[in-house]
């Protein structure tokens, strides 16, 4: 199947330019639509675009968004000064195409890798009942033990966070050698400029591991349906606590697959036989549960909603309203390029 893709920058609250980007079928309507929360330091064109392309020509729209310092998106390179507001800008984008008219009655996933999977979790946190499910590779609900600083070095840098934020100070073993298993995929990475290789400017470093925490202690407050997947060699994310997040999220439709052996870059760094494997399950559990939403079904699980966010908003989130918005999505404005099926 032809794939179409798209890209344009958008602006988010604080006027700051966002890069966007968008896989569509060619010659037909979407199943469904798929939402990309890329990991830490990396970028949806380039570093995503075979999942967007294999998930295109699979029949589902697929859009991401570089966060705010990453890829091709504007900011200082890297940081997070705030987690929510990296999540809010999330928020305002999706929820602007889901409400394109010829996308409302799609089922809309979020798809969530590494520090992706904690902001789809926190997105769906945000507003409990609009997302219909997420698949979440190798998430960060805990930083792994052996690539997190000492807690006496942690100690110190949360004193001065607020004096050097941005300073690149952060200790840190290389996450892209303990991230990518094949040697090859391993220095494509390494020669993509879009890609943070840098070491972690200090607040980013902190709100990452405060999120996680925050994640951690809030899986069983998880409710929408899910697909969980994590490589049991994974030495970046703890493949334990995606274990955790199945055995005590709230949600009645949750799966998890683990792969003996299989490293933390599940669809970018394992040898294509595996990556394969990984794609064949998230397509299958996809396929399983995209349908045909009508007005008054969306209405009624609206209605489900609790009256507040399902989350801490001093820490995580916020109820700005949104806008509406018309954009390269219906075809007005962006770049085109056609890929063949791989």
């Given amino acids: 199947m032809d794939v179409e893709y798209h890209e344009e920058y958008v602006r988010n609250s604080s006027g700051v330019q966002l890069f966007t980007c968008g896989w569509l079928p060619a010659s037909t309507s979407p199943r469904a639509l798929v939402f990309l929360c890329h990991g830490y330091g990396m970028e949806c ?192 994310t703890d493949p334990e606590v995606s274990r955790a997040l199945y055995e005590h999220a709230a949600s009645t439709d949750k799966a998890i697959k683990l792969y003996p052996g299989m490293w933390h870059g599940l669809t970018a760094g394992e040898p294509d036989e595996n990556v394969e494997a990984v794609f064949s399950d998230i397509i299958a559990w996809l396929n399983a549960r995209r349908r045909v939403w009508t007005p008054e079904e969306r209405l009624t699980k609206m209605l489900a909603a609790p009256k507040k966010p399902d989350i801490d908003e001093k820490d995580h989130g916020s109820t700005r309203p949104r806008r509406r918005r018309r954009g390269f999505l219906c075809g007005l404005t962006g770049r085109t390029h056609h890929h063949s099926e791989m």
């Fill in 45 to 236: 064109s380039g570093f995503m675009r075979a999942c967007g392309v294999r998930l295109a020509a699979a029949g589902y729209g697929v859009f991401g968004m570089d966060y705010e310092g990453h890829g091709k998106s504007m900011g200082t390179r890297c940081y997070i000064r705030s987690f929510h507001r990296l999540v809010d800008d999330c928020d305002r984008f999706y929820k602007s195409i889901c409400d394109l008219e010829e996308y409302r009655s799609k089922s809309r996933f979020l798809y969530g890798e590494s520090m992706g999977g904690a902001v789809a979790l926190l997105l769906h946190r945000k507003d409990p009942t609009f997302w219909d499910g997420a698949v979440l590779v190798a998430p960060m609900c805990k930083i792994s033990e052996k690539v997190k600083p000492h807690p006496l070095v942690i100690t110190a840098l949360t004193q001065v966070e607020d004096i050097i934020p941005r300073w690149k100070i952060v200790p840190t073993k290389d996450v892209i050698d303990a991230a990518f298993k094949d040697p090859d995929k391993r220095e494509k990475i390494r020669k993509n400029k879009l890609i943070y290789q840098d070491k972690p400017r200090l607040k980013t470093a902190l709100e990452m591991l405060r999120t996680s925490m925050y994640v951690e202690d809030s899986l069983s407050k998880v409710k929408l349906p899910f697909l969980v997947l994590h490589g049991e060699a994974d030495t970046v």
